[in-house]
């Protein structure tokens, strides 16, 4: 039996943390043909997107998906992530969190390596009200 990847619990793990210090949860993800995401927010393949409780409805982080749904410019859409497309979980406020290799075709693998970041600075706006430019570089922490 093959070992299950850490990235889902880290996600999940992450978002529990930010609820226990009053943060905001995001998460960067590499938009592919099994990404349910509104088109009009994604730029150059990626959306990042607010996935705290106040943002999101029924949201569920199990091991192969993240969904929910949230307002896009005043519109309720679903939203279905699989967590292969997932490139980082990070706290708005503090950048904390943690950056993922997403292959190119994130669906044919699950399994990917995983390495701490610090997020850059994300601005006060957020994903749910309107699109984001991607980050400019992540950095490694110790």
Same mark, same amino acid.
């Given at each position: 039996?093959?070992?299950?990847?850490?990235?889902?619990?880290?996600?999940?793990?992450?978002?529990?943390?930010?609820?226990?210090? $009053?943060?905001?949860?995001?998460? &960067? +993800?590499?938009? #592919?043909?099994?990404?349910? %995401?509104? /088109?009009?927010?994604?730029?150059? *393949?990626?959306?990042?997107?607010?996935?705290?409780?106040?943002?999101?409805?029924?949201?569920?982080?199990?091991?192969?998906?993240?969904?929910?749904?949230?307002?896009?410019? $005043?519109?309720?859409?679903?939203? &279905? +992530?699989?967590? #292969?497309?997932?490139?980082? %979980?990070? /706290?708005?406020?503090?950048?904390? *969190?943690?950056?993922?290799?997403?292959?190119?075709?994130?669906?044919?693998?699950?399994?990917?390596?995983?390495?701490?970041?610090?997020?850059?600075?994300?601005?006060?706006?957020?994903?749910?009200?309107?699109?984001?430019?991607?980050?400019?570089?992540?950095?490694?922490?110790?």
């Amino acid at each position: 039996m093959s070992e299950q990847s850490a990235k889902p619990y880290l996600i999940r793990a992450i978002c529990e943390w930010c609820a226990d210090n $009053g943060l905001t949860p995001y998460i &960067a +993800v590499k938009v #592919s043909g099994q990404t349910r %995401v509104p /088109a009009a927010f994604v730029k150059n *393949g990626e959306i990042v997107l607010n996935i705290s409780r106040g943002a999101t409805r029924r949201l569920t982080i199990d091991n192969e998906w993240v969904q929910f749904t949230a307002r896009f410019s $005043g519109t309720s859409q679903e939203v &279905a +992530v699989p967590i #292969s497309a997932i490139a980082g %979980v990070f /706290a708005k406020e503090s950048g904390y *969190g943690f950056a993922f290799t997403v292959p190119s075709d994130p669906v044919t693998s699950l399994h990917a390596a995983t390495a701490p970041i610090e997020a850059p600075d994300v601005d006060a706006a957020t994903a749910d009200k309107k699109p984001r430019e991607r980050p400019k570089h992540l950095q490694v922490i110790k």
